[in-house]
């Protein structure tokens, strides 16, 4: 070996010990978790899950799974590794909430959760850490529930969710993960009562929420926790929509398409907000791409996600670029994801078959259009806006056919 050739091994040799000296000191395993006797505030639990829960977000649940189950190997008898599981779980069944495919495995990983977590909040001086995970079990196994009308189910978890967000709440400074269950607790303990009445007898015992402290403390949870930042940007992204705050809502959805782009709940979130704030081109490229994950059956992406795509696109094309045959076209592919999400009685399949309907009208498909109005006043709901357009519609529809029988007579 040459001298030149000598010195480059050695330098080479040398760059790689003080590469591997500088990851033992940047994460030793053991050094760690000798320092942080939980897991949430653990650095290095952060740095080996932080791509796992990227995966997760970005729908590689397969990535995702195998780092989860490391984790849950590393640490058997703590609740985290059991409650990203759980969470993977949940954010399959996100995209449509009517698919009970996952219900069963999300239930128990989040029951193993609580398990774990009831052992350690009993043999823990620091109640705060299993407090968290207990709640934060709690409150996924309720909202499933709901969502399957399991009301009594729902509300047994949804009141043990409660009694340990209780006990986390004002103690962000611990950890800025228990911010968030003040964030939630403050807007839905206000949002609820507002918009079910009939549930203000039974939140009557509990303290009265604040909504807008309650998106404050989600937006600072958005902003500083690990492992609920993206879970508040989701719930945050609803809120905005809710109160009408619609340029706050695209903002949030733009940045979580760009941080997640193959997660079909903030594209089509994304696809959605720019539409309604005019943001046309944005929109239709979005929805165009959501169509196309579609046809390609990626992961996530299904009919729910296609009703709002196609709704977009065939809304551009009847109104901005006044091509009604790719408008039909694309009006009656919204009709038929909807028809597939078993939701034809939401806006978008009425507003579809509206649009059809005065298609059909300028075409002087006069009978085809009355179909489609008839439809909309009969099934649809009587205060929606598609219903009074449709009666609008009809009345049009009677005037031109008498005007026509007129002229015949005439």
């Given at each position: 070996m040459t001298p030149q050739l000598t010195k480059k091994w050695l330098l080479t040799a040398w760059l790689l010990g003080l590469a591997f000296m500088a990851k033992a000191q940047l994460y030793d395993p053991s050094a760690f978790d000798k320092k942080y006797d939980g897991l949430l505030k653990h650095p290095g639990v952060q740095i080996e899950s932080a791509e796992a829960i990227n995966q997760m977000y970005n729908y590689k649940f397969y990535d995702a799974d195998k780092e989860f189950r490391w984790l849950r190997l590393r640490y058997p008898k703590h609740?985290?590794?059991?409650?990203?599981?759980?969470?993977?779980?949940?954010?399959?069944?996100?995209?449509?909430?009517?698919?009970?495919?996952?219900?069963?495995?999300?239930?128990?990983?989040?029951?193993?959760?609580?398990?774990?977590?009831?052992?350690?909040y009993d043999n823990s001086e620091n109640k705060l850490e299993p407090a968290f995970f207990l709640a934060a079990a709690y409150a996924f196994k309720g909202r499933l529930y709901s969502e399957r009308k399991k009301w009594t189910k729902a509300t047994f978890a949804g009141k043990n969710a409660l009694k340990y967000f209780q006990q986390c709440k004002g103690n962000a400074d611990f950890s800025p993960e228990l911010l968030f269950g003040d964030g939630m607790y403050n807007y839905y303990a206000q949002w609820i009562p507002e918009n079910y009445p009939l549930l203000k007898p039974i939140l009557m015992f509990f303290?009265?929420?604040?909504k807008q402290q309650g998106i404050k403390e989600l937006e600072k949870t958005a902003n500083s926790a690990f492992y609920t930042r993206v879970e508040a940007r989701y719930f945050l992204l609803q809120i905005y929509s809710m109160e009408n705050q619609y340029e706050k809502a695209y903002e949030m959805a733009k940045y979580m398409t760009e941080q997640y782009p193959d997660n079909p709940f903030f594209e089509r979130y994304y696809a959605r907000s720019a539409f309604v704030v005019g943001k046309i081109a944005e929109a239709e490229r979005l929805s165009k791409d959501i169509l196309d994950k579609i046809s390609r059956s990626q992961?996530?992406?299904?009919?729910?996600?296609?009703?709002?795509?196609?709704?977009?696109?065939?809304?551009?094309?009847?109104?901005?670029?006044?091509?009604?045959?790719?408008?039909?076209?694309?009006?009656?592919?919204?009709?038929?994801?909807?028809?597939?999400?078993?939701s034809t009685n939401a806006g978008y399949y009425w507003s579809s078959v509206l649009a059809l309907g005065k298609i059909a009208m300028q075409e002087k498909q006069y009978d085809q259009a009355q179909a489609y109005f008839n439809e909309v006043t009969d099934k649809a709901e009587r205060k929606s806006s598609q219903y009074k357009e449709a009666?609008?519609?009809?009345?049009?529809?009677?005037?031109?056919?008498?005007?026509?029988?007129?002229?015949?007579?005439?």
């Amino acid at each position: 070996m040459t001298p030149q050739l000598t010195k480059k091994w050695l330098l080479t040799a040398w760059l790689l010990g003080l590469a591997f000296m500088a990851k033992a000191q940047l994460y030793d395993p053991s050094a760690f978790d000798k320092k942080y006797d939980g897991l949430l505030k653990h650095p290095g639990v952060q740095i080996e899950s932080a791509e796992a829960i990227n995966q997760m977000y970005n729908y590689k649940f397969y990535d995702a799974d195998k780092e989860f189950r490391w984790l849950r190997l590393r640490y058997p008898k703590h609740p985290m590794p059991y409650f990203l599981l759980g969470l993977a779980e949940w954010w399959k069944i996100v995209p449509n909430t009517d698919v009970t495919d996952y219900d069963d495995k999300c239930i128990m990983y989040m029951d193993s959760t609580i398990a774990l977590a009831e052992k350690l909040y009993d043999n823990s001086e620091n109640k705060l850490e299993p407090a968290f995970f207990l709640a934060a079990a709690y409150a996924f196994k309720g909202r499933l529930y709901s969502e399957r009308k399991k009301w009594t189910k729902a509300t047994f978890a949804g009141k043990n969710a409660l009694k340990y967000f209780q006990q986390c709440k004002g103690n962000a400074d611990f950890s800025p993960e228990l911010l968030f269950g003040d964030g939630m607790y403050n807007y839905y303990a206000q949002w609820i009562p507002e918009n079910y009445p009939l549930l203000k007898p039974i939140l009557m015992f509990f303290p009265k929420g604040n909504k807008q402290q309650g998106i404050k403390e989600l937006e600072k949870t958005a902003n500083s926790a690990f492992y609920t930042r993206v879970e508040a940007r989701y719930f945050l992204l609803q809120i905005y929509s809710m109160e009408n705050q619609y340029e706050k809502a695209y903002e949030m959805a733009k940045y979580m398409t760009e941080q997640y782009p193959d997660n079909p709940f903030f594209e089509r979130y994304y696809a959605r907000s720019a539409f309604v704030v005019g943001k046309i081109a944005e929109a239709e490229r979005l929805s165009k791409d959501i169509l196309d994950k579609i046809s390609r059956s990626q992961s996530g992406y299904e009919a729910v996600s296609g009703r709002t795509a196609a709704y977009i696109v065939a809304y551009i094309n009847q109104h901005f670029y006044k091509n009604n045959a790719l408008a039909k076209e694309y009006y009656q592919k919204s009709i038929d994801f909807a028809k597939q999400s078993n939701s034809t009685n939401a806006g978008y399949y009425w507003s579809s078959v509206l649009a059809l309907g005065k298609i059909a009208m300028q075409e002087k498909q006069y009978d085809q259009a009355q179909a489609y109005f008839n439809e909309v006043t009969d099934k649809a709901e009587r205060k929606s806006s598609q219903y009074k357009e449709a009666k609008k519609s009809l009345d049009e529809w009677k005037k031109i056919r008498r005007e026509e029988r007129r002229k015949r007579r005439d």
